[in-house]
């Protein structure tokens, strides 16, 4: 039986109240089209860094507890649907690049991003896990954006048993040098290349969501996609805002991808 993902591309802000009625509008049309798992975009509360060479300490987006009355209504939107989403998190002093899993009964995950590039180590305290946890639709991962460059990430998860990875990113066009259309900057390239990577490597189903428009100096890819085990994209929704919708059978593509080839049973680790 298979099962029906969104992967989101969106633009959110610093404005809490406008971020929230978008993500109840993306889930409402999810529903419209029967999704079981949506997958949100890192930031979808608050928006992202302004800038990641020096971003501005007087415009950080705005910090959420665990227990805030804003996590609590997007639980209360999300019924039945599983649905990931992205935000600053406040836990005391400290802030953290959070990723959570939720459904209306609530939190099934939280991961807190554990790569950082330079601009967010000065804002952000760094995560320190990789852990798959168990859902209503089966046993899930997650990432945040730059976590998707390194092997390990996804690997662990992987290994953890999760059979769909969920990354959650805000993912802009190259700082250093742009190029005039988007799908030929390096960036672009780049995050393609990671999410069919991921998810061929490691023979699971990995959802991308990304950002789009612009924060600050930042412009945003968008690029959101499902991928399937053998590293095929399944539905992706571009540079624009949108979700990329497919009915994956998680298992069924899984145990046909790994049939011959099974990559985590065939690691030699002790050689690495």
Same mark, same amino acid.
């Given at each position: ?5 969104? *992967?989101?591309?969106?633009? $959110?802000?610093?404005?809490?109240? $406008? ?9 409402? %049309? ?19 860094? +302004? ?27 999300? @019924? ?30 939280? %991961?807190?991003?554990?790569? /950082? ?14 852990? @798959?946890?168990?859902?209503? #639709? ?14 390990? *990430? ?22 250093? +040098?742009?190029?005039?259309?988007? +799908?030929?900057?390096? /960036?672009?390239?780049? $995050? ?22 612009? #924060? ?6 968008? /690029? ?49």
């Amino acid at each position: 039986m298979g099962l029906t993902i969104g *992967a989101v591309a969106a633009g $959110f802000t610093r404005d809490l109240e $406008f971020d929230l009625s978008r993500v109840e509008a993306l889930i409402r %049309h999810g529903r419209r089209e029967q999704v079981q798992l949506l997958v949100l975009p890192d930031a979808a509360l608050g928006g992202y860094l +302004n800038d990641l060479g020096d971003p501005a300490l007087d415009d950080l987006p705005p910090a959420l507890a665990l227990d805030d009355p804003l996590i609590a209504k997007v639980i209360a939107m999300a @019924g039945d649907m599983v649905v990931c989403f992205g935000f600053c998190e406040a836990d005391g002093p400290r802030r953290y690049n959070t990723g959570l899993c939720v459904t209306g009964d609530g939190v099934l995950g939280r %991961h807190r991003k554990v790569h /950082q590039p330079p601009g967010e180590r000065a804002i952000y305290a760094a995560g320190n896990e990789f852990a @798959g946890f168990d859902t209503p #639709i089966g046993r899930l991962g997650m990432m945040i954006d730059y976590d998707k460059t390194f092997p390990e *990430a996804a690997r662990a998860l992987a290994v953890d048993g999760a059979d769909v990875i969920a990354c959650l990113c805000a993912w802009p066009t190259s700082i250093t +040098n742009r190029a005039a259309r988007m +799908n030929e900057d390096r /960036q672009s390239r780049l $995050f393609d290349l990671y999410d069919r990577s991921r998810a061929a490597e490691n023979q699971v189903v990995l959802v991308s969501s990304n950002l789009t428009g612009s #924060i600050g100096g930042l412009r945003f890819l968008g /690029q959101s996609k499902v991928v399937g085990p053998g590293g095929d994209i399944v539905a992706r929704t571009w540079s624009k805002a949108g979700i990329a919708i497919a009915e994956v059978d998680v298992r069924a593509e899984i145990e046909t991808a790994r049939r011959v080839l099974h990559h985590l049973d065939e690691r030699r680790p002790e050689v690495y």
